[in-house]
């Protein structure tokens, strides 16, 4: 296969300065492909339709994986790749039905050279990400078997994932198993949660359907502003009965069969916000103009933009509690916070612009390449959320 073309690096900026001006509506035509959405395909999606992170020894597959890939099959008007997506993740991580069990967050490679689940525990992000892409899917495609499998997923979701935490609210669990921690007495009870895997655009689009999103939206806002009170956001945070908000063990991020964030338990203990943490402000950035508490979010965020614009490069790591930080963030962490610093005017947001269109697209970097794909494509005007959390392409407009 042939590597797509890539574009001229001026050429692309200019037009992301454009789209981030939000007229990109009006200048679709001008640059209907999307050269590292190709670029993508080639290096992480099998003809199979099973997203492969090759920055990992084992070659796995997660959910996350999977539900990234279909929304960008999505945004990118992909049909073909959007079902080999889906059809890989029914039959290999939900034993081949969707509407019956949750899938399971790792697949890959086990010590007897067998190719299976290796973990059956859920990663709920992933979970709410595929419901979103088939409910969308299936509303810009006018596909019901897309939009049916969507709400039941989602009412799968709402049934084994949501809790209703005393003190908090309405939450979605990290997964199924292992994030609830019961002690001696109910005061002594403790939940681990993660801001990260609640975009509040996916909680926006369900809150429409009956179930509990609306009500998460209100826990979503408390939870976010307990996990960060200097504005800068853990990538995991307990809620304990009595204590409220808890900083996460050093000994172990969360409780999985295997771990899927890294352990913090290293020289980087004390930092304690970082490659989960960063989509946060990834989702935040890309809230529509008319969203609900925009301004509120935005300006609790504010000290990330703030810090990113001072050093001229994101950190990598935070102490969530001090606000202290060190090392720079890879090129991933550059095009996530790319619309925070659009939507809160930041002087950064050429500087990081022009991180992101020097760079050649890495085919050795999975996360770093997703991250991309949303931050950059966003601010090429690609897609946008509106304030009721549909997605709007460009594609649509290039198709006219």
């Known amino acids: ?6 574009v001229n690096p001026l050429a692309l900026g200019l037009l992301a300065v454009l789209c981030g001006t939000g007229l990109w509506p009006n200048i679709a ?15 992480y999606i099998s003809e199979q339709g099973r997203v492969i992170d090759v920055s990992d020894a084992r070659k796995i597959t997660t959910s996350e994986g999977q539900s990234y890939g279909l929304f960008f099959a999505l945004v990118a008007n992909d049909h073909a790749t959007f079902e080999r997506l889906v059809d890989w993740t029914e039959n290999n991580l939900a034993e081949g039905d969707l509407t ?14 067998s190719w299976m689940v290796l973990d059956t525990n859920s990663a709920s992000d992933s979970d709410l990400w595929l419901a979103y892409d088939l409910l969308e899917a299936g509303r810009l495609w006018d596909n019901r078997r897309y939009q049916l499998l969507g709400t039941l997923l989602l009412q799968r979701i709402a049934r084994e994932e949501v809790v209703d935490i005393p003190g908090l609210g309405v939450m979605l669990l990290p997964g199924k198993v292992g994030f609830v921690h019961k002690g001696d007495s109910e005061a002594q009870d403790s939940w681990t949660l993660n801001p990260s895997y609640l975009p509040p655009q996916l909680l926006a689009r369900f809150a429409r359907l009956h179930g509990p999103w609306q009500a998460m939206q209100a ?20 809620w304990h009965n009595t204590n409220g908000w808890q900083p996460v063990s050093k000994a172990k991020a969360e409780t999985k069969t295997e771990d899927k964030a890294e352990n913090p338990a290293n020289e980087n203990a004390d930092y304690d916000g970082s490659y989960d943490a960063i989509r946060n402000y990834l989702w935040l950035g890309m809230l529509a103009s008319d969203a609900p508490n925009r301004e509120t979010l935005l300006a609790l965020v504010q000290p990330m933009a703030d ?7 994101p950190p990598e790591h935070i102490n969530s509690r001090t606000g202290h930080s060190r090392g720079a963030g890879p090129l991933g962490f550059t095009a996530a916070l790319l619309p925070l610093l659009t939507q809160t005017k930041q002087a950064g947001e050429l500087t990081q612009a022009q991180r992101l269109t020097a760079a050649e697209f890495d085919e050795q970097a999975y996360y770093d390449s997703v991250l991309r794909l949303f931050g950059e494509g966003w601010h090429q005007g690609r897609y946008r959320f509106n304030a009721q959390g549909e997605l709007q392409l460009r594609e649509q407009a290039c198709q006219n």
């Open 100 to 113: 019956a069990r949750l899938p399971a967050w790792l697949w890959g490679e086990n010590e007897q050279q």
């Open 307 to 313: 810090l990113t614009a001072k050093q001229g490069l």
């Open 219 to 238: 826990s979503y806002q408390r939870l976010l502003e307990g996990a960060a009170p200097q504005g800068l956001v853990p990538d995991w945070i307990v």
């Open 1 to 6: 296969m042939n590597k797509p073309k890539r």
């Open 29 to 43: 035509q001008a640059n209907c492909d999307w050269p590292e959405w190709q670029q993508f395909k080639q290096a």
